[in-house]
């Protein structure tokens, strides 16, 4: 099953897509973190063709547009990885309260910028059995020459015809990624593109180095060739494959 789910957080509405598989349940359930200006349905449609595998595998998913993002309510020049931590941490809420959902068995899947923020989620919510992690970065980055002057003349700056603000880079030193998900006991998956050219995929190594440890489930796969979204059939179904038996296990 597939419908809309409508929340709120901070008083603003947030979009989502849920979905459940068949049966009664109870079901594991995870909960979707897009990119940076990405959405709940991502690119080449990635966050849909996942859930839907797992959704045939038995495990229940939440996707949903950060506020400021997609059909979500807000403006994009309000975004701010602390806004999307706090939309993704009320997701896994409202997602564990659904009829027919396992709240002892909870996941987050994050890509790029929402990699950052599943980490951050996993760090602050115990109910977090499970993480994986798409091309993750591990840390905010400072805005270039460019937007500083565009933020300091005019309040935000244009990228590819969206507005960022300059309270996106307020958060900058003040979120740490790697310390929160190594303080987490959560199994973690990494997956990264060798290829890729907006995250490196030392950010890869950087996370697996914090939550390999004895005793602890945790799993780093580095693709040789592959870009920073897996835009290839191929490695897309790799990916989605590797992920989904992930979960079936750590859930």
């Not at 979905?19 to 449609?45: D, L, M």
């Not at 020049?77 to 002892?104: F, N, T, W």
């Not at 994986?132 to 565009?150: G, M």
Request: glycine content about 12%; proline content about 4%.
């Amino acid at each position: 099953m597939q419908k809309p789910l409508y929340f709120e957080n901070e008083g603003q509405l947030i979009a989502g897509t849920l979905h459940v598989p068949e049966g009664k349940g109870p079901h594991p359930a995870v909960i979707f973190c897009h990119g940076f200006t990405g959405n709940k349905g991502e690119t080449h449609f990635l966050f849909v063709k996942t859930s839907r595998e797992l959704a045939r595998r038995g495990i229940a998913s939440l996707r949903f547009d950060c506020r400021g993002s997609g059909e979500s309510e807000g403006e994009f020049d309000e975004v701010s990885p602390s806004g999307e931590i706090s939309d993704a941490r009320r997701a896994l809420d409202v997602l564990a309260k659904q009829p027919g959902i396992d709240q002892g068995r909870l996941g987050v899947i994050g890509l790029s910028l929402g990699g950052l923020v599943a980490a951050c989620v996993a760090g602050r919510e115990p109910a977090i059995r499970s993480t994986v992690l798409w091309a993750a970065a591990c840390e905010l980055w400072q805005p270039e020459d460019k937007s500083r002057k565009q933020m300091k003349s005019r309040g935000w700056s244009d990228i590819g015809g969206l507005k960022l603000g300059a309270g996106f880079f307020k958060d900058f030193g003040k979120i740490d990624p790697i310390r929160e998900i190594a303080a987490s006991k959560s199994a973690v998956l990494i997956i990264h593109g060798k290829g890729d050219q907006i995250v490196p995929f030392n950010h890869a190594e950087r996370y697996y180095a914090a939550v390999h440890v004895r005793g602890r489930k945790a799993k780093v796969v580095l693709l040789d060739g592959v870009d920073h979204t897996f835009n290839r059939v191929d490695w897309e179904a790799k990916v989605i494959k590797t992920s989904a038996e992930w979960l079936g296990k750590t859930l």
